[in-house]
């Protein structure tokens, strides 16, 4: 894609876009000539100064109620895997005060209690891939100490580190490990692709998906566009001019499907793990780098802490003969395996 394409990965691209979007409007609206590598630019060093200054969190903090929901699903999915003697950790960017006070509001006074440690300010990515910065300790007004980090202690609040360290402190390495993120470069590949940690991917957006595709309108037009692209696979052999014109009638009620199906996620952009019938950019990543993802770690409480989530084999071009979930319904009858043999 190129290093010059922007990617729009995380819950923080959607005010981005949005502000891109609006000051674009706005200058073409009022004749205002720009170039778009200055107006890129612009913003995104206005948003990197509101976020780095700590404007944003001060903001954040004046109206907790508003920004920040109550936990209570997300306390729960703590307090279970404490209870079943599982370590916890966190590591975030965000600076120790506004980590607390969040925490407070959404999880409780104890949050601390949860954790084995927790790292704030870590400057993910980087705290994935660079050696060279040291743990420092805060106290519990988040002063910074002086003291050189030989270990990592339950209850206390490190800054900074890095990975490295911390796989060499805690000796938490490999598959036994589920790291949650948000986002698939910044959280989730360099853990899964150098380190071999298992990874989970948060994606709010999977809740308003889900609800979509178990409204009977998209699953009446998926069931009738399956049934329709087999009756065109099947029947295309039939060239005579009566069958010919059935056939543009097939093609031409299955395109609208198809936009209708599409559009019922987004009218511009459809469902943001499928274009059509194709994954998706960010669902081949969101499938590379995770493995499993959900709309909040709260799914977890839909499961007992020891279930094991299997992997789904995905039918190859050449294998959809053998799976009935992609042939519609009396078009075709699955082959037994022992009649395939006589197939050349």
């Known amino acids: 894609m190129g290093p010059s394409l922007k990617q729009f990965m995380d819950i923080f691209s ?4 949005t502000l891109l979007s609006s000051v674009i409007d706005y200058f073409i609206t009022h004749g205002i000539e720009f170039d778009q590598v200055h107006l890129y630019k612009d913003i995104s060093d206005a948003i990197r100064d509101v976020h780095v200054k700590g404007v944003m969190y001060k903001w954040i903090e004046k109206d907790m109620e508003q920004y920040i929901l109550h936990g209570d699903e997300i306390y729960a999915v703590l307090n279970r895997l404490v209870n079943h003697k599982k370590k916890l950790f ?12 969040g925490m407070k509001h959404m999880v409780g006074k104890n949050w601390r209690d949860l954790f084995d440690m927790v790292i704030v300010q870590a400057d993910k990515p980087n705290f994935f891939t660079d050696r060279r910065k040291p743990f420092r300790k805060l106290d519990d007004n988040g002063s910074l100490q002086w003291d050189k980090i030989n270990q990592l202690e339950k209850g206390k609040i490190y800054k900074e580190g890095n990975l490295f360290d911390f796989l060499r402190l805690t000796g938490w390495r490999g598959s036994k490990v589920l790291y949650f993120g948000d986002h698939l470069y910044s959280d989730l590949a360099d853990l899964m692709l150098r380190h071999g940690w298992r990874t989970g991917a948060i994606v709010p957006e999977l809740e308003t998906e889900i609800r979509i595709i178990n409204t009977e309108q998209y699953m009446h037009s998926l069931t009738w566009q399956q049934a329709l ?8 052999m039939y060239q005579d001019a009566e069958s010919k ?4 009638e097939w093609m031409k009620e299955r395109q609208e499907i198809r936009s209708l199906t599409k559009n019922l996620f987004n009218p511009q952009f459809g469902s943001i793990f499928r274009t059509f019938h194709n994954p998706t950019y960010f669902s081949r990543r969101l499938v590379r780098f995770s493995d499993i993802y959900m709309a909040s770690i709260s799914c977890l409480l839909n499961y007992d802490v020891n ?7 995905t039918p190859l071009q050449h294998e959809a003969p053998l799976w009935m979930d992609q042939l519609c319904t009396g078009c075709m009858k699955t082959p037994f395996l022992e009649e395939m043999v006589h197939i050349r």
């Open 14 to 17: 959607l005010p981005e876009m």
């Open 90 to 101: 966190l590591i975030t960017n965000s600076p120790f005060s506004f980590v607390d006070k």
């Open 229 to 236: 692209t087999g009756l065109l696979e099947r029947m295309q």
């Open 245 to 248: 014109q059935v056939l543009l």
């Open 307 to 313: 279930f094991t989530f299997y992997p789904r084999r």
